[in-house]
């Protein structure tokens, strides 16, 4: 079951989602994971840094990688899923 962290990230990224040409991974573990792991960010730095990302010494670089994060678009456009695979293409 999903931590309260995690539920309140998953409502935030459902909202983000609507209306757009791309849509979650339609593998819930793929999902859960990430989400798990963005929960796991912002618990131990206060930013949901994406998971599948380094987060460096670089305060202004790193708000690149908060989810979702600056590349999602062109990354699924290019491969039809984002770098951690949450979000893939219609």
Do not use: W
């Amino acid at each position: 079951m999903p931590s309260p962290a995690e539920q309140k990230i998953l409502a935030d990224l459902t909202a983000y989602v609507a209306g757009q040409d791309f849509q979650f991974n339609p593998d819930d573990k793929i999902v859960e994971r990430v989400v798990r792991g963005l929960a796991t960010r912002e618990s131990k730095t206060g930013f949901r840094y994406c998971p599948c990302r380094f987060v460096g010494a670089d305060a202004e670089a790193n708000k690149k990688i908060v989810c979702p994060c600056v590349y999602h678009r062109d990354e699924i456009a290019q491969n039809g899923r984002c770098h951690c695979e949450l979000f893939v293409k219609k």
